[in-house]
């Protein structure tokens, strides 16, 4: 470990001295970093051995490609698709939401609210990520649904629609508040230069602001996407908890998360097939999170070498 | 800024500036229309059963007698242990990656990458995490040290990145000053950038509890499902307030719905509350230095 950079400033005067009591105290810290090591390790091991039976018996050519999932038909069918589907007709609805309303909502914090409505905003902000997604779900399946069929929209009970459209809502806060750190970031010269050519504000904020910090706009949109991906409890109780291989947002589809929860939350004997199927789907969601996030923290990190 | 720029040109033809704005102004609307309809539905559909019959009896198949105690406690129970286990562990961490660690090393790097990518991790993924280790694996079982457990390591990485924000931002200046009188760096730590450092950890840390404390899913996946009619313990079996919502809410008569938004009440009740201190201690002793 780094132990040279760190005392140079009190050994060059002193005598060498080997503290004990330093070096303890540096391994326990160094303990403590080692748990999120751990964290991951117990994930990956966690997902893939198990993943890795369940593959011994399930191709994962129809795992991948088959079009129905049936885990407790006889035969039973472990195509992947449906859930992928489902996830994704849900997540494509919460970015439309959370990407265009969230960069606006960035926009408006960044470029014009005063000082002292940023104050006021901010923590409302906060309070709307702060807001558990059970408590989404609940106001999804018993105010937004029945508020879609009242306006003349055809959803059933459980819908791929209204789980959509109110995590959006919920992702909403989370790109704003990072797109917004990237466009604070950016600095004051390049929109003074801009107003001084007689720019009108929303010039400066679309022409000048955006472009230079987009990579980290792009690394709060794809940040966004993953937690659309992931989320759970929105999808099992708005979307439903049917299989269903269909982009049509009316009807009721079982994301990845929901199927995973549905699943588990059964007493699923440990070591069955069925009990298997948990982790293969947990390892198929782990993987498009991961790749996910992987490339946000990419553009996060250029974003922060350019400006800082 | 926008003084400058609109003095010097013709007024009245900025109808595109307004638009621009008006539709920069909706997305923020969006959010807090939603905030509030969602928090008038919820006032409006459960308050009335918000008593204190409520708040100090068992589940029960009646709803009329229902309440949410043994919820309501090993929320709170869950809350110690997230303070007691996540503190101490997120600090230890983010003072070796601000203070010891050399950021040439690869490991070090890779440890931030990997750390950014966990607090990014679908919670579900950190059910399944301690459905396989900590409830089978290691034969705990599903109990509320094991819902503790695993709710830790979801908010870990939020209290690392809190942390190491607060650390960063004290300056350098008071490091060198006290190693210059001859303090070791522990002392430096602990002495000067800890004290310092204080309120932008608390903040994290409160805020970091109220999104743990919200988790429902990877309490799903644990287990937390069953009816559970007694004042929890550490090693019995548990629900938490969010699995009481979820329970309720998948019930099919009108009655559990509303027991549903009781429970919420008071779930956000706690929760808005935590956020409140939160936004209080950093606006309060937040210093710029």
Redesign the interface.
Not at chain 1, 100 to 105: D, E, H, N, Q, S
Not at chain 1, 229 to 233: A, L
């Given at each position: 470990?780094?132990t040279r950079?760190?005392?140079v400033?009190?050994a060059g005067?002193?005598r060498r001295r080997i503290?004990y009591?330093?070096i303890v105290?540096?391994v326990?810290?160094?303990?403590?970093?080692l748990?999120?090591?751990a964290?991951?390790v117990?994930?990956v091991v966690?997902?893939f051995v198990?993943a890795y039976e369940f593959f011994q018996d399930v191709p994962l050519k129809d795992f991948l490609t088959g079009k129905e999932w049936a885990p407790l038909f006889e035969p039973a069918l472990f195509g992947v698709l449906p859930l992928v589907v489902g996830t994704l007709s849900v997540t494509l609805w919460a970015i439309l939401?959370a990407i265009?309303?969230?960069?606006?909502?960035a926009?408006?914090?960044s470029e014009?609210a005063s000082p002292r409505m940023r104050?006021v905003?901010k923590?409302?902000?906060?309070?709307?990520a702060?807001?558990?997604?059970?408590?989404?779900?609940?106001?999804a399946?018993?105010?937004f649904t029945p508020l879609l069929q009242d306006i003349g929209i055809k959803v059933d009970i459980f819908n791929a629609l209204s789980a959509g459209l109110?995590m959006g809502?919920m992702i909403?806060?989370t790109v704003?508040s990072l797109a917004e750190d990237a466009m604070t970031a950016v600095p004051r010269d390049l929109?003074d230069g801009a107003?001084a050519l007689?720019?009108?504000?929303?010039v400066?904020?679309?022409r000048i602001v955006v472009p230079a910090a987009i990579s980290g706009i792009i690394a709060a949109f794809v940040?966004g996407i993953?937690?659309a991906?992931?989320?759970?409890?929105i999808a099992?109780?708005a979307a439903g908890q049917q299989p269903n291989l269909t982009f049509d947002p009316r009807q009721a589809v079982e994301t990845m998360?929901a199927f995973?929860?549905a699943t588990?939350?059964g007493d699923v004997p440990?070591g069955s097939l069925e009990y298997k199927t948990?982790?293969a789907v947990?390892a198929t969601?782990?993987v498009m999170?991961?790749i996910?996030?992987?490339i946000?923290?990419r553009f996060?990190d250029r974003f922060r070498e350019e400006y800082e | 800024m926008s003084v400058q720029a609109t003095h010097l040109r013709r007024r009245g033809r900025d109808y595109r500036e307004m638009l621009f704005k008006s539709a920069l102004l909706v997305s923020l609307i969006i959010g807090f229309a939603t905030l509030i309809a969602l928090l008038v539905d919820v006032f409006v559909t459960g308050w009335s059963h918000v008593t204190w019959q409520f708040l100090t009896s068992p589940p029960s198949t009646d709803p009329t007698i229902a309440g949410a105690r043994p919820a309501i406690l090993a929320t709170i129970f869950l809350g110690i242990m997230l303070i007691v286990f996540t503190v101490p562990i997120g600090v230890g961490t983010a003072i070796y990656l601000e203070e010891y660690a050399n950021r040439k090393r690869w490991y070090n790097r890779m440890l931030e990458v990997n750390i950014q990518n966990l607090a990014a991790v679908p919670s579900i993924v950190y059910g399944i995490l301690g459905l396989a280790f900590i409830v089978r694996g290691i034969g705990l079982g599903r109990v509320l040290l094991a819902g503790g457990l695993i709710l830790t390591l979801v908010v870990l990485p939020t209290v690392i990145i809190a942390a190491r924000e607060a650390i960063r931002s004290v300056p350098d200046s008071i490091r060198q000053g006290a190693y210059a009188i001859g303090a070791t760096q522990w002392q430096v730590v602990r002495r000067q950038v800890l004290p310092a450092a204080i309120p932008g950890i608390a903040t994290g840390a409160i805020l970091a509890l109220s999104r743990g404390l919200g988790e429902t899913a990877p309490l799903i996946l644990i287990g937390a499902v069953s009816y559970i009619a007694f004042d929890p313990t550490i090693l019995g079996p548990f629900t938490a307030l969010p699995i009481q919502i979820y329970q309720w809410v998948r019930l099919p008569q009108e009655e559990f719905r509303e027991l549903a938004a009781a429970a919420i009440i008071v779930l956000l009740v706690i929760l808005l509350s935590l956020n409140a201190v939160a936004i209080w201690l950093r606006n309060r002793y937040q210093r710029r230095w």
């Open positions: 470990m780094a950079a760190a005392t400033g009190a005067i002193r503290r009591g330093e105290v540096k326990l810290l160094g303990l403590c970093a748990i999120s090591v964290t991951t117990g994930i966690a997902l198990p939401v265009p309303f969230g960069l606006g909502a926009i408006y914090l014009y104050k905003l923590p409302l902000l906060e309070i709307l702060g807001v558990p997604t059970i408590v989404y779900g609940y106001f399946l018993t105010f109110v809502v909403l806060p704003a929109r107003l007689g720019s009108p504000n929303r400066v904020a679309t940040l993953s937690r991906v992931g989320e759970t409890m099992v109780v998360s995973i929860a588990g939350a440990t948990i982790f947990g969601l782990f999170t991961l996910l996030n992987i946000s923290i996060v | -």
